[in-house]
């Protein structure tokens, strides 16, 4: 069966020009200008010509095309004017709705939904990836079949005298996406169970994982690849990075962590998605430690810090979990706005203020992670065999060596560590 999925990529011509429309239907926090730039973004991201941006208020929103009958004919006239085939509403369209504003823009029309899983699906490089986008696309696609799939008058007949009428296209095509959707639960499943039983591993090790979180474009790929010296895809584009990458680093006091890169956030990310994404988010909800990464030269940066502390809560991190707040892209501030966030970070415990790009205020940022980390450790006294080797090695990999003092056959170590890793190497002695 051809999907309405692959149906839909084909129309999404790169270089297709389009107008971007913001439907301000009141009581939002964010600058018009600054989410209309975000969804040309997002447009951009794909390869879209955007030729028109146009902000529109609405007082009472209609059930047949969301805005008034003059904003539409007002876009119609922009998107003739512009010979835009596209037209990419910045807000949630019913099929009904979209399919109403087509006919009368005479244009394609897609919603800030669609936009983000055609990204979503462009940018999957894992085959978790490619699975998770095509459940959370067949989902969005089951209520649109009406408007997206073009052989849906057909209709099947049925065997014998109590066949009847059959069943028409459209009921069969929505079975059998339902049933690959479910295929793909049951893949997903067990990609959650392998996921698990990893995560168990690392666990048992022990080492503290670390999650970078954020909304998209804040530099969380800038300041993982600075971290980890890796090469993890980091530009100025929308949701640069899809799938879950984890790396070694070390730590002041910390022989061993895992940083975790994860997907970037987006105001109302669609819920498609977040149930879909939720095997690769379980790192972020596991995780010691989040390091949320905001980009503080963006107008809309307390919005968005706002809107990944939704999503957060959404996929059931708690709010105990210690984090903290990396206030990136300082090399963009001019000098008295710099100076002010310069001086609030200094003021709180939880932030840190630096540029992944230039490498400022990182070093504080580990050792303001590697504290938080070791905040319940405490001090011990360790007494081993001079020439025992391994538990030496254990020592300095599980906790910080303060002191070593060697008297003949025996070595006494002063070592800071957390009071389970503790226990473990006693346990491991036999004590």
């Given at each position: 069966m051809s999907t309405g999925f692959e149906r839909d990529r084909d129309e999404f011509a790169r270089g297709a020009r389009a107008i971007v429309v913001y439907p301000d239907l009141g009581g939002s926090s964010r600058d018009a200008d600054a989410r209309l730039a975000e969804t040309a973004g997002l447009a951009e991201a794909i390869g879209i010509e955007v030729v028109g941006r146009e902000a529109v208020r609405v007082r009472a929103p209609r059930a047949a095309t969301l805005i008034g009958a003059g904003q539409v004919e007002a876009i119609a006239t922009l998107a003739r004017m512009?010979?835009?085939?596209?037209?990419?509403?910045?807000?949630?369209?019913?099929?009904?709705?979209?399919?109403?504003?087509?006919?009368?823009?005479?244009?394609?029309?897609?919603?800030?939904?669609?936009?983000?899983?055609?990204?979503?699906?462009?940018?999957?490089?894992?085959?978790?990836?490619?699975?998770?986008?095509?459940?959370?696309?067949?989902?969005?696609?089951?209520?649109?079949?009406?408007?997206?799939?073009?052989?849906?008058?057909?209709?099947?007949?049925?065997?014998?005298?109590?066949?009847?009428?059959?069943?028409?296209?459209?009921?069969?095509?929505?079975?059998?996406i339902r049933d690959r959707m479910a295929r793909l639960r049951r893949e997903l499943e067990q990609v959650t169970r392998t996921r698990g039983l990893h995560r168990g591993r690392r666990q048992r090790a022990p080492w503290p994982v670390i999650a970078l979180v954020g909304y998209t474009n804040a530099g969380k790929s800038t300041l993982f690849n600075r971290l980890t010296g890796s090469d993890v895809m980091a530009k100025d584009l929308l949701f640069a990075t899809l799938d879950p990458t984890l790396r070694q680093i070390s730590l002041p006091g910390i022989d061993k962590a895992i940083l975790s890169d994860t997907v970037g956030f987006v105001s109302e990310l669609p819920t498609q998605l977040v149930a879909a994404f939720k095997a690769t988010l379980e790192e972020v909800v596991s995780a010691d430690l989040l390091i949320h990464v905001r980009d503080v030269a963006h107008p809309d940066s307390e919005a968005q810090r706002a809107d990944v502390e939704a999503v957060l809560a959404e996929i059931g991190v708690a709010e105990t979990t210690p984090r903290i707040e990396a206030w990136n892209k300082l090399d963009l501030l001019e000098p008295d706005a710099r100076a002010e966030v310069l001086a609030e970070a200094a003021r709180r415990d939880d932030v840190v203020a630096i540029s992944a790009l230039t490498g400022e205020g990182v070093a504080t940022l580990l050792s303001t992670v590697a504290d938080l980390l070791?905040?319940?450790?405490?001090?011990?006294?360790?007494?081993?065999?001079?020439?025992?080797?391994?538990?030496?090695?254990?020592?300095?990999?599980?906790?910080?060596?303060?002191?070593?003092?060697?008297?003949?056959?025996?070595?006494?170590?002063?070592?800071?560590?957390?009071?389970?890793?503790?226990?473990?190497?006693?346990?491991?002695?036999?004590?």
């Open positions: 512009e010979d835009a085939g596209l037209v990419v509403f910045d807000a949630s369209l019913t099929p009904i709705q979209q399919r109403n504003l087509e006919t009368r823009l005479e244009a394609k029309v897609i919603d800030r939904t669609g936009l983000i899983l055609e990204i979503f699906g462009e940018r999957a490089a894992t085959a978790e990836g490619r699975l998770q986008v095509e459940l959370a696309h067949l989902d969005y696609q089951a209520g649109r079949l009406v408007r997206s799939w073009t052989h849906l008058e057909r209709q099947r007949g049925g065997f014998g005298f109590l066949g009847g009428p059959g069943e028409t296209q459209i009921e069969a095509d929505r079975r059998l070791t905040a319940g450790h405490q001090r011990y006294t360790i007494t081993l065999d001079a020439a025992d080797g391994a538990g030496a090695a254990w020592l300095h990999q599980h906790g910080e060596v303060l002191d070593q003092e060697v008297e003949g056959d025996r070595a006494a170590y002063e070592v800071r560590m957390a009071p389970r890793d503790y226990e473990r190497f006693m346990t491991r002695r036999g004590v």
